[in-house]
């Protein structure tokens, strides 16, 4: 297990300061704003911990409402909303500085059986053995020499690795822009056991690239292009259970954007092709 990830998983292990309310901070790194996967993975935890075991994250809804401030802690606090014979709902609010900058609502559902069907279907790509690191080609992008390479040659707690065109290459060839964006990816170490572990990490994975499958069809990138942008809304329903240690291709889609705002949807499969998560998210996105 690397470092990165070392320190993600504890980052996701709240301190808990009083009944319904816990603590987390932010990686020790220079960053303007917290990541947003990183505080809706956060929020998910806290409202996990306040439900039986017996229960499962079925979906959550959450709004980003102002930037995270890194240099200091975030405080989440748990509303108990109902616990009901099947299913429990809470909501939490991300509090800094006094003031709300997250809000979510999560839903749990205790296992039953039902009808089932699954009309998605995992598109056919390349493997993830086949396919380099991101890493790897961001540097062939920018080059061995480029200030960035301390940055990209970093350690990171997801392996990520694209099928279709990056936003930097689509921002160079014009031929590459696209609306659809299939990248693999998994936590590269044996997880514990526990599923709201595995549903943590893919909600915290689940924000790395959805907002680029917006960009990718302007021929837009972070970095290269005169723009900026922030999560706004961010929506996710767990199907099946899964591993975050396993690979699976998250196929993603940007149906539309306009009045600087962009939407994508995605879905997660496993490498059986199972459909485990869906997420939508929508995104402002302003270029200068």
């Known amino acids: 297990m690397n470092e990165a990830l070392k320190e993600l998983l504890d980052l996701l292990d709240l301190e808990q300061i009083e009944l319904d309310i816990f603590r987390g901070r932010s990686p020790e790194e220079r960053i303007?704003?917290?990541?947003?996967?990183?505080?809706?993975?956060?929020?998910?935890?806290?409202?996990?911990?306040?439900?039986?075991d017996d229960r499962n994250v079925h979906s959550l809804h959450a709004y980003f409402i102002r930037p995270g401030d890194p240099a200091i802690p975030i405080i989440y606090n748990v509303e108990r909303v109902r616990d009901g014979r099947s299913f429990t709902t809470r909501r939490v609010v991300a509090i800094q500085h006094g003031k709300a900058i997250f809000t979510m609502s999560a839903?749990?559902?205790?296992?039953?059986s039902g009808v089932e069907h699954q009309a998605a279907v995992m598109p056919?790509?390349?493997?993830?053995?086949?396919?380099?690191?991101?890493q790897e080609r961001m540097l062939q992008i920018v080059g061995e020499d480029s200030p960035m390479r301390e940055l990209l040659t970093r350690p990171r707690p997801v392996d990520a690795r694209y099928v279709t065109p990056l936003t930097w290459e689509a921002h160079r060839d014009p031929q590459l822009r696209g609306s659809e964006t299939n990248v693999w990816f998994r936590y590269d170490a044996e997880l514990p056991d526990?599923?709201?572990?595995?549903?943590?990490?893919?909600?915290?994975a689940s924000d790395f690239t959805l907002v680029d499958t917006v960009l990718l069809a302007h021929g837009l990138a972070w970095g290269a292009s005169?723009?900026?942008?922030?999560?706004?809304?961010?929506?996710?329903?767990?199907?099946?259970?899964?591993?975050?240690?396993?690979?699976?291709?998250?196929?993603?889609?940007?149906?539309?954007?306009?009045?600087?705002?962009?939407?994508?949807?995605?879905?997660?499969?496993?490498?059986?092709?199972?459909?485990?998560?869906?997420?939508?998210?929508?995104?402002?996105?302003?270029?200068?």
């Open 32 to 52: 303007q704003r917290v990541f947003g996967g990183q505080v809706a993975a956060q929020a998910l935890v806290a409202a996990g911990r306040t439900v039986p």
């Open 107 to 112: 839903s749990f559902h205790v296992a039953e």
């Open 124 to 134: 056919e790509v390349a493997g993830p053995e086949e396919l380099p690191l991101f």
């Open 194 to 204: 526990d599923p709201l572990l595995h549903v943590v990490l893919a909600a915290y």
């Open 226 to 288: 005169n723009l900026s942008g922030a999560s706004l809304d961010h929506a996710m329903w767990f199907h099946r259970p899964f591993r975050a240690d396993d690979w699976m291709l998250y196929a993603q889609e940007s149906p539309w954007s306009g009045g600087a705002r962009g939407l994508a949807r995605g879905e997660m499969f496993t490498r059986s092709g199972e459909l485990a998560v869906s997420v939508v998210q929508e995104a402002m996105i302003r270029v200068r």
